[in-house]
């Protein structure tokens, strides 16, 4: 089952507009994580946040983390054409699963 | 540093052939991971594997295994194939697994199958 579950599914903006996509999961975690996939590439990993951390900075990428509401969210600043993919995020439950699990997605398109 | 890489990029198969795909991970990486992604399921585990150990599997039919040799390239192979076999199948790898490591992505194998 997926645990972390992305919204909106889509978002449409223009350029050097801000994005902000959500995430929702349902079980312990020690980190999630947050990942962009272009079309028909692979996953290229953006941020990873732990789950003593609320927040995070990568360059124009924010990401929050609020565990007592099970929730995250991604925003992406002063957008780009060039961000236009895929966003995903992605959690390891608490213990020793080793395995990530995805949500479905958020396509974002900046128009220019 | 080369990145992790998945061979081949393309493959079509027919129902009821096998096929096994390839994974490279970025050198000094011991866990491999596999996902299968297709646009009704998402992104779905498939095993772990760290130092030639499967470490997990996920809800997957047997059909559906893999291996892991002492130079930590991985091998997925599935066998029997049916038309739900047709994804997308991603390879990731890491130091040491998911736990707050982040993982790097090949960017596929493309499988259709006829």
């Known amino acids: 089952s997926q645990q972390g579950e992305e919204d909106p599914q889509a978002l449409s903006i223009q350029e050097g507009e801000n994005a902000t996509m959500n995430c929702s999961y349902k079980?312990?975690?020690?980190?999630l994580q947050w990942y962009r996939q272009n079309s028909g590439r692979g996953l290229v990993h953006l941020i990873l946040i732990r789950s003593n951390e609320r927040e995070k900075h990568s360059g124009r990428l924010r990401v929050t983390l609020d565990t007592s509401k099970k929730s995250s969210s991604l925003l992406i600043t002063a957008s780009r054409a060039a961000d236009t993919a895929s966003y995903f995020c992605?959690?390891?439950?608490?213990?020793?699963?080793?395995?990530?699990?995805f949500g479905k997605g958020t396509l974002l398109t900046v128009n220019p | 540093k080369a990145g992790v890489t998945q061979t081949p990029r393309y493959l079509i198969k027919t129902r009821g052939q096998q096929v096994t795909l390839s994974c490279s991970p970025i050198s000094g990486h011991r866990s491999v991971s596999w996902y299968q992604q297709t646009p009704g399921q998402g992104l779905q585990f498939l095993f772990e594997?760290?130092?030639?150990?499967?470490?997990n599997k996920g809800n997957f039919p047997g059909r559906f295994s893999g291996r892991q040799f002492s130079n930590s390239r991985s091998e997925m192979n599935v066998s029997t194939l049916e038309l739900g076999d047709s994804a997308l199948y991603l390879c990731?790898?890491?130091?040491?697994?998911?736990?707050?490591?982040?993982?790097?992505f090949g960017d596929g194998t493309r499988l259709s199958i006829l």
């Open positions: 079980t312990s975690i020690n980190n």
């Open positions: 992605a959690t390891d439950e608490g213990g020793s699963n080793y395995k990530l699990t």
């Open positions: 594997y760290f130092s030639e150990t499967q470490r």
């Open positions: 990731a790898s890491s130091l040491g697994g998911v736990y707050n490591q982040p993982q790097h």
